[in-house]
């Protein structure tokens, strides 16, 4: 097996994802001709030789739609023979698109293909798309309940408090803001500009400067009225009968915000590398992905990540920097505890409660921001996971070279 | 009343009703919008705003058209996008702020509202316009190649959605009164301006609470709204609409489209952002410099006749009453009507009955068809100063004899002295000729300097231009009484100089010759087509091969050489011969041209070229067949104005555009030089010319224009 390596990654800042953010704009296909541009710029990217283009995405409707992945590679002028493919594995469309181009350069089918992922959440509706998951049908089968009940639910069984999301949320507020204002993300980022390449954002526009526990604990629990007085709650004991009352702990303070981004990354095998003269960042050791109970939903990082280890013959320790995305500060407080991890070493630079959750995007953005960490610390191995709908986990850990 | 501190706008109050009127009467002629209407607008606002008991807002004109649009030399100025966008922003804010002032707010249309203007009216709650036939409305933006950048592309398809808006915004389409009523592009119609008063006061007094439908809760988009199936197909039907008619040759419609389509899907604030970005990228651009130098300020310059004679300056006082036309062909009948439509006497003299009776009934047919405005009375005595006759006598004593024969140095002569006796005393004589040189045809005249050579286009009561060219002879005096006489059938002139072709008959020949000798060297004849309209060309060379006849171009090359000297023969030109005289291929009206017609429709090119055409060229594709088309008919404007038969560069521009179809979107030939680069140019034209020989040959102008580093034009956009 050949070994897959990552030599760029680019990303967009991520813009609020409401009609008052900066991208709301933006269309989302020009947020990833934006990405991809800056990729080939950066690299002196030959594109005739991207064998493919990965992206994730998961509201594939509307302007996102009909495989943008072809069509912003396209406009952005990449070679024909440079396919596009778009996938969707929920909230891990970004990390899986990279998984997917690094096991197509592991098993020698493939010597060069970009991979990331694009989400613009303010022009794209979350659940636009309506699918099949809340189906009755599926409902009896196997039970289905929002993400934001399941992440009640998992604080109420791991005891998890208000105190203590709020507390991780803002904490995670206090790293961006640190991480972004010190130009720790610059390095990466793209601005987004307009066709007369006026600037429209340069930074991520969602951390809060004026976040404190006080504020945060004024906002009312976001999915209590839904899970209690709606029946959300009930649904749940199908597979937890035991829990009679949940304890609905997530605001919008201390859950991913909503936000449109787009990333992504170079990735290759060494000969490629050489024949272009592009100097590899990191290897990439293990990309897996496994699943876990659908109701819970959230807890899928745990086995991903016990996955990737076994796959790269690592433990625990070999890790030196986690990223967790924070889809809600229970996932990463589950996390931090299940696997007794040094809170520093998660998360540095803080996640998606305070920078937002660009859904396809993400896997991609904060991989790259894993191995920005990387170099800025002069570390050596990071493991990136994301907690998925429907039960699922997809982890991957890196290696710089 | 109170009024602006810059003065633009009159302000008044009437307490009774609480009712404001914002009267704009800019300094100048007519409202338009520039930074005097901005303060203007905004300080009136504000004023009205403070007026306690405040009911409504009425926005009127106190000049004859409500606002004609924003100042052109802002735009064609406008080279920094930072700071025009910001501008753009201002101005959008400022007609937000008008539609959510809080009570309603009425445009009282006295009369036309365009563009910036039409985008003002918009920006009110209510509509209300004078039924006078002379006021217009509509946003005709993209034909200066820009687009509606104050909300106009937003306001008006969230308003009547995406297929009207885009019919007016993507043609630029300007419509009178009437028809702007009927397609909603206002609300009412009233007979005059009191009626327009009164009927706004009524409109507010009934909707206290007006506010824009975008505002409102539960506002739904006219269907299909964005983001459907239903909108998606309609755009896309809209793309392929559009690229049928500009062959993606045009930059503002295409833009427009996009923001029509992706503003629309967003909240009516943000809309207007994507419009203002596209607006800026336009208006920074090259091509809406090129187009607004040529179509806006050198067309206004020819109409105006600017630095030509006029009768009022040299103190003629003798005008023209009666016109005769000889010849009642197409152009000589077209002529007549077109001359009687203004008002003069006609006298259209023939020799054969059959020509007169088909004459007068094509009369009657563009009566009805282009006079609609008349009433039956109207109509009948608009054909009855139209006097067909096959008798000389009834020519005598006109004021201005128009010679429409054919084309022929001897029989144009012997009609000259057959009937130049006949002139009214002081009486001038024009021939209208698209080539032949007017000096020579002014030998059998007794009076050279009252004959001068009146150049028109066919269809003539389409085509605005008039290509008037003065002999070595013709007088000022005669040349400032057609330029009179053209004011009056309202056509906009250029002067040349004399020589074989003028200037327009020289650029159109280079440009069908170029395609013939394309195709014969083996080029792809649909490519060339093709090549032209991308170029931005209004017709495919090979499509006007077939509408001029292909016979008429075969006979006008040996008529060429015979006055230019110059040998022209070509392969090309073999090719002709060889389709006229062999293949029968004479054009549409034969139905065999260099396309094939079925019933009168065009449907290909004729699949017989492939064995008439056997040779292969070494490099070919459209960008090479761009440059030659384009190039060649960039190469004989120079020589025109090398040669002194062009004398004023807006001539070049305004008669290659207006008057043979010369590609829009690029100015005109010298702007086209001027955007390629002088240098660029002279240095593929040298080439050309030693690949294809003298006729690529770059005039001496060129060559010390390359040199030195000079433009025809100053460079206004950002790329210089």
Known sequence: MADAFIFDAVRTPRGIGKDRGSLYTVRPTDLLVTVLEALRERTALDTKQVEDVVIGCVTQTGEQGTCIARFAALEAGYDYAAPGCTVNRFCASGLQAVNQAAAQVAAGWADLVVAGGVESMSRVKMGSDVGAMFDPATQWKIGSVPQGISADLLATLRGISREDVDTYALESQRRALRARDSGKFDRSIVPVRDINGLSILEKDEYPRADCSLARLAELKPSFEMLGRQFGMDTLTRKVYPHVDRINHVHTPGNSSGLVDAAAVMLIGSKKKGRALGLKPRARIVAAVSTGDEPLLMLTGPLPATRLALKKARMELKDIDLFEVNEAFAAVALTYLRELGIDPERMNAHGGAIALGHPLGATGAIILNTALDLLEERNLSTALTTLCIGGGMGTATIIERV | MDETKNGAVKLSFDQDLGIATLTFQMSGKANMINDEFGAGLAEALAWAKARPGLKGIILASGHKDFCVGTEIDI?????????????????????????????????????????????????????????????????????????????????????????????????????????????????????????????????????????????????????????????????????????????????????????????????????????????????????????????????????????????????????????????????????????????????????????????????????????????????????????????????????????????????????????????????????????????????????????????????????????LIVGRQTSDRTLARALAFCRQIKKTPIVVNDGYGFYTTRVFSAYLMEAAQLVAEGHNPALIEWAARSAGMVIGPLQVFDEVTLTLVRKAVPHGEKYTGRRLASEGFELLKTMVDDHKRYGRAAGAGFYEYVDGKRRHIWPGLGQVVRATPERSGIDLIISRLMLAQCVEAARALDEGVIQRKRDAEVGAVFGIGFAPNTGGPLSYIDRRGIRTVVRELEALAREQGDRYAPPPLLLSMAEKGERFFEAVDQAG
Not at chain 2, 114 to 138: K, M, N, S, T, V
Not at chain 2, 164 to 185: H, M, N, P, S, T
Not at chain 2, 391 to 397: I, S
């Open chain 2, 75 to 467: 735009l064609y100025q406008a080279r920094d996008v930072e700071e025009l966008y910001r501008r753009v922003r201002a101005v959008q804010a400022a007609y937000r702020e008008i539609e959510t002032i809080g009570v309603p707010v009425v445009a009282a249309l006295t009369g036309s509202a365009l563009g910036g203007g039409y985008e003002l009216a918009l920006a009110c709650h209510r509509r209300i316009a004078i039924a006078d036939p002379r006021a217009q409305f509509g946003l005709p933006e993209v034909t200066l190649g820009v687009l509606p950048g104050a909300g106009g592309t937003q306001r008006l398809t969230r308003m009547l959605g995406f297929q009207v808006a885009a019919d007016f915004i993507l043609q630029g389409k300007v419509v009178r009164a009437a028809e702007a009523k009927e397609a909603w592009l206002v609300d009412e119609l009233c007979g005059d301006r009191e009626g327009v008063r009164d009927a706004a006061i009524a409109w507010i007094r009934s909707n206290p609470r007006a506010t824009q439908p975008w505002d409102r809760k539960g506002f739904t988009f006219p269907p299909p709204a964005p983001g459907t199936a239903d909108a998606r197909d309609m755009v896309l039907v809209g793309c392929g609409l559009l690229y049928q008619k500009t062959a993606g040759a045009f930059l503002a419609p295409q833009y427009a489209l996009s923001a029509m389509q992706e503003g629309c899907g967003l909240t009516f604030d943000r809309g207007l952002e994507v419009e203002a970005r596209y607006f800026t990228k336009l208006a920074c651009g090259g091509q809406a410099k090129d187009m607004i130098r040529t179509l806006w300020y050198h067309r206004t310059a020819a109409e105006k006749h600017e630095g030509l004679p006029s009768i009022e300056q040299l103190g003629i006082e003798q005008g023209i009453s009666t016109v005769g036309v000889l010849g009642a062909g197409m152009m000589g009948g077209a002529i007549a009507w077109i001359a009687a439509k203004s008002g003069y006497q006609v006298v259209l003299k023939d020799i054969r009955q059959d020509a007169l009776d088909a004459a007068m009934k094509h009369c009657e047919g563009l009566t009805s068809k282009r006079a609609r405005h008349l009433d039956e009375v109207g109509r009948r005595e608009l054909l009855a100063r139209i006097k067909p006759t096959l008798a000389n006598e009834e020519l005598k004593g006109s004021d201005l004899l128009i010679e429409a024969v054919f084309e022929d140095m001897d029989l144009k002569h012997r009609v000259t002295r057959e009937t130049e006796p006949l002139l009214a005393a002081g009486g001038i004589w024009a021939s209208n000729t698209s080539a032949l040189p007017i000096t020579p045809l002014a030998r059998a005249s007794q009076h050279p300097d009252r004959f001068i050579g009146m150049h028109f286009f066919s269809p003539v009561e389409q085509m605005v231009l008039l290509e």
